[in-house]
T-cell receptor, first 116, second 115 residues
Framework: NAGVTQTPKFQVLKTGQSMTLQCAQD?????MSWYRQDPGMGLRLIHY???????DQGEVPNGYNVSRSTTEDFPLRLLSAAPSQTSVYFC???????????????FGQGTRLTVV | AQSVTQLDSHVSVSEGTPVLLRCNYS??????LFWYVQHPNKGLQLLLK??????LVKGINGFEAEFKKSETSFHLTKPSAHMSDAAEYFC?????????????FGKGTTLSVSS
């Protein structure tokens, strides 16, 4: 049972480069989301999706793009990397709120991104 | 709108003494509440969850939390700290009546345990 798989674990980018962080889950969860973690800030929501073909912005969406073509996959694209995007990124998945009692999120292991 | 406030950014205890990590929440609807733990350079692990069943929730590793609606609180406790409890702890809220609502994180509390 793989759960939530994130790749890569580490990445160094130059300013202006683009890249895609991959996220896949095998639990048939409707809801997937991306967070970034910065010291003293907790985890802040970047984008989320409530199902295939549906995405929406979170608290800090600027500079990031997402799509959800399948239930399993939810990639995060950095369009033109900036030093301010240096962070640890987490992908999470869960059932929707309609499944009472099973609303916790499962997290990937994280991607540590450095933009120089 | 939902929000979470963790009242202490850092808590220090001695091994064998009680742990109290404080969390207040704000939610327009009946919330689901969670505590997650993150050990250094690791991912996030669910400690416990409240989803409108019993107000006293027991989790892993001897932790528990009590949901108090009148105080909008969900404090995390443990009777006796262990060195392995040193980590960062996040209180998280999710609204129960909105489809697909995001989990909203507090800023975290770093727990230090000394021998």
């Amino acid at each position: 049972n793989a759960g939530v798989t994130q790749t890569p674990k580490f990445q160094v980018l130059k300013t202006g480069q683009s890249m895609t962080l991959q996220c896949a889950q095998d639990m048939n969860h409707e809801y997937m989301s991306w967070y970034r973690q910065d010291p003293g800030m907790g985890l802040r929501l970047i984008h989320y999706s409530v199902g295939a073909g549906i995405t929406d912005q979170g608290e800090v969406p600027n500079g990031y793009n997402v799509s959800r073509s399948t239930t399993e996959d939810f990639p995060l694209r950095l369009l033109s990397a900036a030093p301010s995007q240096t962070s640890v990124y987490f992908c999470a998945s869960s059932y929707s709120m309609y499944r009472a009692g099973n609303t916790e999120a499962f997290f990937g292991q994280g991607t540590r991104l450095t933009v120089v | 709108a939902q929000s979470v406030t963790q009242l202490d950014s850092h808590v220090s205890v001695s091994e064998g003494t009680p742990v109290l990590l404080r969390c207040n929440y704000s939610s327009s609807y009946s919330p689901s509440l969670f505590w997650y733990v993150q050990h250094p350079n690791k991912g996030l692990q669910l400690l416990l969850k409240y989803t409108s069943a019993a107000t006293l929730v027991k989790g892993i590793n001897g932790f528990e939390a009590e949901f108090k609606k009148s105080e909008t609180s969900f404090h995390l406790t443990k009777p006796s700290a262990h060195m392995s409890d040193a980590a960062e702890y996040f209180c998280v809220v999710r609204s129960a009546n909105q489809a697909g609502t995001a989990l909203i994180f507090g800023k975290g509390t770093t727990l230090s345990v000394s021998s």
